[in-house]
């Protein structure tokens, strides 16, 4: 495993600091430069594992203004857990050794809104979105008014992410246990473009 220098809570805040300069217009752009290119070929050291939904408009380097090498990214749609997606995470934080697991969710869901009607209509979307949309029904069942209120669902359901990372990877519990890393669920509002912290296991702060 190789170490981080940043602790999990400075993780999150260089993660926000990023988003609170994309939401002003004031972006860095950095490590996107052809020399930090060539110096980062031999190994990468990302400060987060980014843990988002798959929508187009959620491109994490733009979004947190970042560069090359600092997120390693992991998406699916509605942000779903699969053993292939704990695999990629756990390597992110065990091998890697970033200190920080952000989960990513966001307004207008799709995946929520396809859960939702599902729902509503007794009706399940064809092939493989079946899949996606009934790992998101139980956050819609067991958020307060889940079925009619979509923010309340989808941070409901980055919530559960949060939790169920920590309940299906004894990776990550491990390694949050010993307090060097963390795991962050975010409520990204798509018109904005602001990220805030709704749940976390393993900071110091908030």
Do not use: W
Not at 114 to 132: C, I, K, L, S
Not at 176 to 182: L, Q, Y
């Amino acid at each position: 495993m190789t170490e981080n220098a940043l602790t999990p809570d400075e993780a999150l805040a260089t993660l926000l600091d990023g988003n609170r300069r994309f939401v002003r217009g004031e972006r860095e752009h950095p490590h996107q430069d052809a020399d930090y290119r060539a110096a980062l070929a031999p190994a990468q050291h990302p400060f987060a594992v980014l843990f988002g939904c798959s929508d187009s408009r959620l491109a994490a380097e733009i979004i947190f203004d970042r560069g090359l090498g600092d997120l390693f990214v992991v998406r699916t749609a509605g942000h779903v857990l699969g053993p292939e997606v704990l695999g990629s995470i756990e390597y992110g934080v065990e091998v890697l050794g970033a200190p920080l697991i952000a989960v990513l969710g966001h307004d207008s869901c799709g995946a929520i809104a396809a859960a939702q009607n599902a729902m509503a209509t007794g009706t399940r979307p064809p092939g493989f979105t079946r899949d996606v949309v009934e790992r998101v029904m139980l956050s819609v069942l067991a958020a307060p008014e889940g079925m009619t209120k979509a923010d309340s669902a989808v941070e409901e359901h980055t919530r559960y992410t949060v939790d169920l990372l920590l309940d299906r990877s004894s990776t990550i519990a491990k390694r949050v246990a010993d307090g060097t890393c963390a795991v962050a669920g975010l409520s990204y509002q798509l018109s904005e473009g602001n990220a805030r912290l709704i749940a976390s296991r393993g900071l110091k702060t908030g």
